[in-house]
């Protein structure tokens, strides 16, 4: 088991272009989850998927897309960066969605816009 | 909404130094409580949890007990290792929410030895 894993670990971006971190689990997880980490204000929900061809926006879902074609992986999309989405990317899923507590959390992407 | 929110860092102790790091929360409700690590350079891990008041969870050395007339959730270790230095999230999950959590900004604590 390689648990989650998450791809790139770091990556330096200019505004305006598109990426996408990838994310994928080997463990046949239900539900899967984006999260960003900055300063000072904790873990924040961007997107989750309960399933397979399921997503749905989190806190804070504006400038990101998902999408969940397989149940393996989870890849998030930047169109268009920004400055502002500077972060820590964590990735995580679990057996369900009403067992957080069996959350498990990637290793992060480390994003920075310019 | 759901609220969590934790003591302000960073802590810094000496090693067998007793820790608290204060949670509490807002909550429609009846929350389940979480307290999470996460070591340099890593993701976060569970490290405890309590579904229902008066609960005490456990691991490691680590204890928090779901106090319910308080809304608190307090992390508690009697005596701490330099290999304890790590970041420390209280979070909840709403009863009713579809397993998604919601987390308080963070506390950093260091371990001196």
């Known amino acids: 088991n390689a648990g989650v894993t998450q791809t790139p670990k770091f990556q330096v971006l200019k505004t305006g272009q598109s990426m996408t971190l990838q994310c994928a689990q080997d463990?046949?997880?239900?539900?899967m989850s984006w999260y960003r980490q900055d300063p000072g204000m904790g873990l924040r929900l961007i997107h989750y998927?309960?399933?397979?061809?399921?997503?749905d926006q989190g806190e804070v879902p504006n400038g990101y897309n998902v999408s969940r074609s397989t149940t393996e992986d989870f890849p998030l999309r930047l169109l268009s960066a920004a400055p502002s989405q500077t972060s820590v990317y964590f990735c995580?899923?679990?057996?369900?969605?009403?067992?957080?507590?069996?959350?498990?959390f990637g290793p992060g992407t480390r994003l920075l816009v310019l | 909404g759901d609220s969590v929110t934790q003591m302000e860092g960073p802590v810094t102790l000496s090693e067998e130094a007793f820790l608290t790091i204060n949670c509490t929360y807002t909550?429609?409700?009846?929350?389940?409580l979480f307290w999470y690590v996460q070591y340099p350079g890593e993701g976060l891990q569970l490290l405890l949890k309590?579904?229902?008041?008066?609960d005490k969870g456990s691991n490691k050395g680590f204890e928090a007990t779901y106090r319910k007339e308080t809304t608190s959730f307090h992390l508690e270790k009697g005596s701490v290792q330099v290999s304890d230095s790590a970041v420390y999230f209280c979070?909840?999950?709403?009863?009713?929410?579809?397993?998604?959590?919601?987390f308080g900004k963070g506390t950093k604590l260091s371990v001196k030895p």
């Open positions: 995580a899923s679990s057996y369900g969605i009403f067992a957080p507590e069996t959350q498990y």
């Open positions: 463990m046949n997880h239900e539900y």
């Open positions: 998927s309960v399933g397979a061809g399921i997503t």
């Open positions: 909550a429609t409700g009846y929350p389940s």
């Open positions: 309590a579904t229902k008041a008066d």
């Open positions: 979070a909840l999950k709403d009863g009713g929410s579809q397993g998604n959590l919601i």
